[in-house]
């Protein structure tokens, strides 16, 4: 088994590495726009779950996993080459919904804010 802190350079790493792959080597255009939102890598060194975000949101998620899905073998592949380890994690991608409810609780309190501003002024 890995150190936490083993497992969190291992994460970060493969979080900054896959990020800067995608912008640079991959020609998908499912995924362009994608953001790479979190990375966990489980203590056996098994498997890397990748969370994902987009800037059009849920909407095109289907599309997005599915195309990172067929990239994952080369991806792997790539990261492999970067960061040395004995054996390299499997890729796990899941849709990250956090930037869209960040986004929707901006909304809410500009919108209570504003709300408020317009009540105090009469």
Not at 36 to 62: F, H, N, P, Q, W
Request: aromatic share 6%.
């Amino acid at each position: 088994m890995v150190s936490k802190i083993r497992l969190e350079r291992i994460s970060d790493r493969i979080k900054e590495d896959l990020s800067e792959i995608l912008i640079k080597e991959i020609s998908d255009p499912r995924l362009v726009g994608v953001s790479i939102t979190d990375v966990r890598v489980d203590r056996e060194l098994a498997y890397a779950d990748v969370y994902v975000s987009s800037i059009e949101g849920k909407i095109r998620s289907e599309e997005i996993l599915a195309g990172l899905e067929h990239a994952q073998g080369f991806l792997r592949y790539t990261l492999s080459k970067q960061i040395e380890l004995r054996v390299f994690p499997r890729l796990r991608f899941h849709w990250d919904p956090t930037p869209e409810r960040a986004e929707k609780i901006e909304r809410i309190i500009a919108s209570l804010k504003k709300q408020n501003q317009s009540g105090t002024n009469d």
